[in-house]
């Protein structure tokens, strides 16, 4: 997860004089607030200019759009395509946009909170799904919807919760039980559900484990956590297979491991091509399951003649 940083009253005015500092002098310079965060920021640009800038309602009016930060940059890319005006904001991440003016800048993985937005995080980002409510065409204040945008985020920190997992805080491994355990281990069927990172909608299956030991096991519901420790991230089938691959084969030290994932992507079913049912396969396979009779016994265990 993102570092969270809070922005202070105080914060905000320092970055406001910062920014109005690299503004050319020109007496009623013209500033437009970007809708939300650059409303408020462009008041308080407006307060520390001593009466220099003030704010216009019209972009075409502007001498230069104002935002609260610069993040990605895809807001000031979409203002600059309409217009040629500059852009500042008053906080921007490193890098900064070539041309762009910033007062402060931040680094990349830090989250900002501004007065305006809320008491903390979640709050903050729940202006992402409000806005995309209204860029479909809903209402956010209709009564169904008023408290999704906080659900919403709230969902997506619970199934996104891989990133603050350590794959090795989940796989508990015994020696005790593994004397003369030389023969493979299987799962089946172990359920699992992800999202695409293309598309950030579901895609969900079974994945089939399987391991030879080398004087350790591992217990056996941590095949299943292991799986929901890289499937609970934004993920393509093929990473997500051989993550999972890889993390019992560093861990366990096994003599071979096998990994296979069957899968159903709503980006194919409910988007695009549109075919419903498909499924896609992806396998792993390490070390004495990679080849031969404990390949051709492992593909028979899980059902498949792959």
């Not at 003030?54 to 609260?68: G, K, S, Y």
């Not at 090795?168 to 015994?174: C, D, N």
């Not at 096991?217 to 999972?244: C, D, M, P, Y």
Request: charged fraction near 25%.
């Amino acid at each position: 997860m993102a570092r969270i940083k809070k922005i202070t009253q105080q914060e905000v005015v320092v970055a406001a004089q910062a920014l109005a500092a690299q503004i050319p002098f020109k007496e009623a310079y013209r500033v437009f607030g970007i809708p939300r965060g650059g409303v408020p920021a462009a008041l308080a640009l407006a307060s520390v200019s001593h009466g220099r800038i003030r704010i216009v309602d019209d972009p075409e009016e502007a001498d230069m759009f104002i935002d609260d930060i610069i993040d990605s940059g895809r807001t000031r890319a979409t203002w600059s395509a309409k217009h040629l005006t500059p852009f500042g904001a008053l906080f921007g991440k490193r890098p900064v946009a070539p041309g762009a003016k910033v007062g402060i800048e931040v680094e990349q993985d830090e989250w900002l909170v501004f007065p305006w937005e809320g008491s903390n995080a979640e709050a903050s980002a729940a202006d992402i799904p409000t806005r995309l409510l209204q860029l479909i065409g809903e209402n956010p204040e209709r009564e169904g919807l008023r408290e999704t945008p906080a659900r919403f985020i709230k969902s997506w920190l619970e199934i996104t919760e891989g990133y603050r997992i350590d794959p090795s805080s989940v796989l508990k491994v015994f020696e005790d039980g593994a004397e003369k355990c030389d023969e493979m281990v299987v799962q089946r069927d172990i359920p699992l559900y992800s999202n695409c990172e293309h598309h950030m909608v579901p895609f969900f299956g079974v994945a089939h484990i399987a391991y030879i030991p080398s004087g350790k096991v591992v217990g056996l519901s941590k095949l299943a956590r292991l799986t929901n420790v890289f499937a609970r991230r934004l993920q393509v089938q093929e990473r997500l297979t051989n993550q999972i691959a890889d993390a019992l084969n560093e861990h366990l030290q096994p003599q071979g491991v096998a990994v296979v994932l069957q899968c159903r992507h709503l980006c194919m079913e409910m988007r695009g091509v549109q075919r419903i049912g498909t499924s896609t396969m992806t396998s792993a396979l390490r070390g004495l399951l990679k080849e031969g009779e404990a390949r051709s016994e492992f593909f028979s265990l899980i059902g498949s003649t792959r």
